[in-house]
């Protein structure tokens, strides 16, 4: 079982930088891919980024060259780096792990969740 806390959403304006955090309970986050999704009103929850194990990351083309992930394994937390936010990002973003050897952009192929956080982009 893992437990997923998300931090770091907050408003901010348009060109704006954020860092999100995702803090996993337990002591094999290393073995997990993690993912972030984001939700906005009225949408689908949209894949925005994972990184592997080995720490092999992939980016939809939407946020690909503005956005980072990054893990760091002795501390179980995942992070998502936003540069250049733009007010279609304003969403609640997740975290997500999956128990699994690939990444996959599909949500239904993580199995925990964190309860998200909002990010607000005003233009």
């Known amino acids: 079982q893992v437990q997923l806390v998300e931090s770091g959403g907050g408003l901010v304006q348009a060109g704006g930088s954020l860092r999100l955090s995702c803090l996993a309970s337990?002591?094999?986050?290393?073995?997990?891919?993690m993912g972030w999704f984001r939700q906005a009103p009225g949408k689908e929850r949209e894949f925005v980024s994972a990184?592997?194990?080995?720490?092999?990351?992939f980016y939809p083309d939407s946020v690909k060259g503005r956005f980072t992930i990054s893990r760091d394994n002795a501390k179980n937390t995942v992070y998502l780096q936003m540069n250049s936010l733009k007010p279609e990002d304003t969403a609640v973003y997740y975290c997500?792990?999956?128990?699994?050897?690939?990444?996959?952009?599909?949500?239904?192929?993580?199995?925990?969740w964190g309860q998200g956080t909002q990010v607000t982009v005003s233009s």
């Open positions: 990184i592997t194990r080995r720490s092999n990351t």
């Open positions: 997500a792990a999956s128990d699994s050897s690939v990444y996959y952009s599909d949500p239904i192929r993580y199995d925990y």
């Open positions: 337990g002591r094999t986050f290393s073995r997990y891919v």
